[in-house]
């Protein structure tokens, strides 16, 4: 894939450090790239508390405050999502998430391949 090193090193920061935030002590948090006919997936999953469907609403939304709560009581402004978003849709991709309350949430950005040069 192309895409701008910070913005994409920002994305996998504010995922990863917000799937610890709310993981307890003990869980994992799984972090997977999988490459597809023309896409490139990245998965990021915690086993944390889950989301509400109202909290997928909004979550990619600025200032959000979400009723799952981070385990050691961090604090949270509500940008971190909002700012995913909005970086890996500049560089062309989609993110969005897969959880069910109680169970965890998965956070999934998904970018098309580059084309790849034609040797002559």
């Known amino acids: 894939i192309q895409v701008d090193s ?4 920002q994305v996998l920061e504010n995922l990863i450090s917000n ?3 709310f993981s307890n002590e ?9 490459s597809m ?3 490139v997936r990245i998965s990021i999953k915690d086993q944390g508390p889950g989301l509400t469907e109202d909290d997928q609403a909004n979550l ?20 971190g999502l909002a700012i995913v978003k909005r970086y890996v849709e500049l560089m062309g ?7 069910e ?8 950005v998904e970018f098309e391949k580059a084309n790849e040069p034609t040797l002559t």
């Open 37 to 39: 006919q023309n896409k």
């Open 6 to 9: 910070l913005y994409m090193t």
């Open 60 to 79: 990619f939304k600025k200032f959000q405050r979400l009723s799952a709560k981070p385990t050691k009581g961090e604090g949270s402004i509500g940008l």
């Open 101 to 108: 309350s109680g169970v965890g949430a998965a956070f999934i």
């Open 19 to 21: 799937a610890i935030k």
């Open 26 to 34: 003990g869980k994992s948090v799984e972090a997977v790239i999988s």
């Open 93 to 99: 991709g989609k993110v969005w998430c897969e959880s």
